[in-house]
């Protein structure tokens, strides 16, 4: 890329980059084969040895044309993987792509990042160009990358380039592939976001530049809170429509033609996954800090993480309306992951409904084929293969993957369709 103050204003990232990538997750691993697929030589960095052997030997989850770009790059020379936070050293470019969670009170875990971002700036040479995917709260990329990189004597836009592109990938979707999804960048200065557009062209439909990095951040945060205000909403008017005995998709259908003003958000069991259930809490987090308030946010949030919670009440009366106890009853969950065509089980409403239901005594049970097993409090579940073979008491259809067959439900008492995608047999929550 050229060595800090002798890169020419409009410089533009070399076609052939050495390109390392923090984190091979749920963005990461996309990420790293975008790069590849671009021409860059890809160098993905990993803590976890078992994530590096799982990448190695195809144990992950990916959409079909990902997985082909994983088989191809696994057989190059210019895709390499490593446990060694050292190889940054020789990459043209960094690209942070590590989790940000949230603990248990909704409180931001920024150990993954801070670590990730520490190592990235240890490593740091004049010339190179580091970019932070990670959803985080506004400021973080000054706090953790431009900030620490100019104690250790290397200014931003001048040493080196520093910006933030967030993430936007929607796992199990196709049509959302990073390849047809615009890229937001915004850099420490123009010569960053230059070099962090030019870098990102080739893996995005195209890339949208805004003035700072503290812009692209709120970007993205606005952008999943926007989805959570809206999933918040649309699960209370379901429960609306089911006490007037009403079908809610059916509902929001009639509500989508509408072709100005609307926007279809879908009801469900809860929110889950890697975005929705944490991402605004980064910045409630935030704002409180500031001594600052969003209540509507908030109020959206307390009701989604509440919604797994109503589930196992309505399944509770489910039963009572059976004329069954929960203690001893056979509860059976189809679905696990927190969305269709996906394995992950990251923040997935069915867990908190599992462990509700177990909690009253009930015998649950759970099938998924993208999820042979489950851990809960130390006890290992295995998904059922046959679930039609088995008597229930209560049936919870929580993850309709496509694919999966289940008009067996048709005949069957007591089912609760938390989806809100099919007729529902006794009811809805």
């Known amino acids: 890329m050229g060595e800090g103050v002798d890169l020419p204003q409009q410089a533009t990232a070399p076609r052939c980059a050495t390109v390392a990538v923090i984190g091979l997750g749920y963005v990461g691993l996309p990420t790293a084969l975008s790069l590849h697929a671009a021409g860059h030589t890809v160098v993905g960095v990993d803590v976890s040895g078992r994530r590096l052997a799982d990448v190695s030997e195809l144990?992950?989850?990916?959409?079909?044309?990902?997985?082909?770009?994983?088989?191809?790059?696994?057989?190059?020379?210019?895709?390499?993987?490593?446990?060694?936070?050292?190889?940054?050293?020789?990459?043209?470019?960094?690209?942070?792509?590590?989790?940000?969670?949230?603990?248990?009170?909704?409180?931001?875990d920024l150990t993954a990042l801070s670590a990730a971002c520490a190592s990235a700036v240890e490593h740091a040479r004049p010339g190179q160009l580091l970019v932070l995917t990670s959803t985080s709260y506004v400021g973080t990329t000054r706090d953790l990358l431009v900030g620490p990189l100019s104690e250790r004597g290397l200014e931003a836009d001048t040493d080196v380039f520093v910006a933030f592109a967030p993430e936007r990938i929607d796992p199990g979707n196709p049509a959302h592939s990073p390849d047809r999804t615009p890229r937001v960048v915004g850099g420490a200065g123009p010569r960053s976001t230059q070099l962090a557009a030019s870098l990102l062209a080739g893996t995005a439909p195209s890339i949208h530049r805004v003035d700072s990095p503290e812009t692209a951040e709120m970007s993205k945060l606005w952008e999943n809170t926007f989805r959570a205000v809206n999933i918040a909403l649309a699960n209370e008017l379901a429960d609306a429509c089911v006490e007037l005995t009403l079908d809610p998709r059916e509902v929001v259908e009639a509500a989508a033609t509408k072709p100005y003003g609307f926007l279809p958000f879908y009801p469900g069991p809860g929110v889950g996954g890697h975005c929705i259930p944490c991402d605004p809490h980064y910045l409630l987090w935030q704002l409180k800090a500031l001594r600052s308030a969003a209540p509507l946010v908030d109020s959206a949030m307390s009701a989604i993480a509440a919604r797994p919670g109503a589930v196992v009440r309505r399944a509770r009366e489910a039963l009572a309306e059976r004329g069954v106890t929960p203690a001893g009853a056979r509860v059976l969950v189809l679905g696990v992951a927190y969305k269709p065509a996906v394995a992950d089980v990251r923040e997935s409403p069915a867990l908190e409904i599992i462990d509700g239901l177990s909690a009253l005594g009930a015998d649950v049970a759970y099938s998924d084929p993208l999820v042979p097993e489950l851990d809960r409090a130390g006890a290992v579940r295995r998904s059922l293969a046959a679930p039609e073979d088995h008597d229930w008491d209560l049936i919870l259809v929580h993850t309709d993957h496509p694919g999966t067959d289940l008009s067996w439900l048709s005949d069957r008492p007591g089912v609760l369709e938390l989806t809100h995608r099919r007729p529902a047999a006794a009811g809805a929550a």
Do not use: K, M
């Open 59 to 108: 144990r992950v989850d990916l959409a079909p044309a990902q997985r082909e770009l994983l088989v191809t790059a696994l057989g190059r020379e210019d895709f390499r993987l490593s446990r060694d936070p050292a190889e940054v050293a020789d990459a043209d470019a960094v690209i942070i792509c590590v989790p940000t969670p949230v603990d248990r009170h909704h409180v931001p």
